[in-house]
């Protein structure tokens, strides 16, 4: 069983950065963040594969946003800088049962365990 507990959402200007943490209780291979507006499906938009050790990132966000784990703290941070208005919505952090999350990482439903969401809203 893996927990997950988001926080540091808010608001921010265009421009501007914040950063999102993910709290882990539990461990999984592929940990990845979502983030999803009203009316539209949830999107992937970052995701860590502890098995390979590696990063990957949506098109929309590569080079702006970076996830990091914080030294002595289970969790996943989301650096977002570069904020634009497209990029606010609910950001929600998620893990499956997998030895590692390959170009699936993306895809929502396969996905087990989520976290309630922090909400992000960027003004224009």
């Known amino acids: 069983q893996v927990q997950l507990v988001e926080s540091g959402g808010g608001s921010v200007e265009a421009g501007g950065s914040l950063t999102l943490s993910c709290e882990v209780s539990g461990y999984s291979n592929c940990i990845g963040w979502f983030r999803q507006v009203p009316g539209m499906e949830r999107e992937g938009v970052a995701a860590?594969?502890?098995?390979?050790?590696?990063?990957m990132y949506g098109d929309s966000v590569k080079g702006r946003f970076t996830l990091s784990k914080p030294p002595g703290k289970n969790s996943l941070d989301l650096q977002m800088n570069s904020l634009q208005a497209e990029d606010g919505g609910m950001y929600y952090c998620?893990?499956?049962?997998?030895?590692?999350?390959?170009?699936?990482?993306?895809?929502?439903?396969?996905?087990?365990?989520w976290g309630q969401g922090t909400q992000v809203t960027v003004s224009s």
């Open positions: 998620a893990a499956k049962r997998v030895r590692s999350c390959g170009d699936r990482w993306v895809r929502v439903n396969d996905y087990d365990f």
């Open positions: 860590l594969d502890n098995y390979l050790g590696r990063t």
